[in-house]
């Protein structure tokens, strides 16, 4: 299974984005779908995560209210839209898929992982 992140980009501050991850083939049980991204010097952190099945949703602090996860079964697709830009947004965007419930707030419970997408919010 592959998972292709899109979408990233140079934008300014107070601008929007929508991210996009889609999965090569759907021939594993997803439970969480998330979104993590790393700022250079820093340690992968958790952004947000969908629950596949029933769609719940759940949002970092940091970006609650701004950003928005959203997912399409039929694609196998998860989106996240991104609005109100911050500089401190600037990161490499990560998509994700785990199998199995549990905390999804931590990187390594996650089974498969896209390349990344790069975010830039100017000031």
């Known amino acids: 299974v592959q998972l292709q992140a899109s979408g990233g980009g140079l934008v300014q501050a107070g601008g929007s984005l929508r991210l996009s991850c889609a999965a090569s083939?759907?021939?594993?049980?997803?439970?969480?779908m998330g979104w993590f991204r790393q700022a250079p010097g820093k340690e992968r952190e958790f952004v947000s995560a969908i629950s596949w099945t029933a769609g719940s949703t759940y949002d970092a602090d940091s970006v609650k209210g701004r950003f928005t996860i959203s997912r399409d079964s039929a694609k196998i697709t998860v989106y996240l839209q991104m609005n109100s830009l911050k500089p401190e947004d600037t990161a490499v965007y990560y998509c994700?898929?785990?199998?199995?419930?549990?905390?999804?707030?931590?990187?390594?419970?996650?089974?498969?992982w896209g390349q990344g997408t790069l975010v830039t919010v100017s000031s």
């Open positions: 994700a898929a785990r199998q199995y419930s549990g905390n999804y707030r931590i990187p390594d419970m996650y089974d498969y």
């Open positions: 083939r759907r021939t594993f049980s997803t439970y969480f």
